[in-house]
Nanobody, 124 residues
Framework: VQLQASGGGLVQAGDSLRLSCAAS????????MGWFRQAPGKEREFVAA????????YYGDSVKGRFTISRDNAKNTVYLQMNSLKPEDSAVYYC??????????????????WGQGTLVTVSS
């Protein structure tokens, strides 16, 4: 399974960005997908996740109400809409997926495949 993340960039505080993550290499897109981020010198932290059907979504406390995760299974793609961006949102954002349809979405070790990351920089 390969994951290709895109959409990062340099924006100002208060702006929006939409990240995309395209998955390939397996016959079904019906697997959970997650976004994590890692800032320099910090642990990789959970941002958002969506279950295999798209019916359930999960968010980290720091992004609730500002970020929205969604998926288009016909395109094998998951999105992260990021609004009201803050400088503390600056990080490399990684998408991830699992071999199992059921996992603890908040735990990075539950994910089996990772994308290469896309850099988001928010200036103040």
């Amino acid at each position: 399974v390969q994951l290709q993340a895109s959409g990062g960039g340099l924006v100002q505080a208060g702006d929006s960005l939409r990240l995309s993550c395209a998955a390939s290499g397996r016959t079904s897109s019906n697997y959970p997908m997650g976004w994590f981020r890692q800032a320099p010198g910090k642990e990789r932290e959970f941002v958002a996740a969506i279950n295999w059907s798209g019916a359930s979504k999960y968010y980290g406390d720091s992004v609730k109400g500002r970020f929205t995760i969604s998926r288009d299974n016909a395109k094998n793609t998951v999105y992260l809409q990021m609004n009201s961006l803050k400088p503390e949102d600056s990080a490399v954002y990684y998408c991830a997926t699992s071999q199992s349809r059921y996992l603890n979405q908040y735990v990075k070790s539950e994910y089996d495949y990772w994308g290469q990351g896309t850099l988001v920089t928010v200036s103040s």
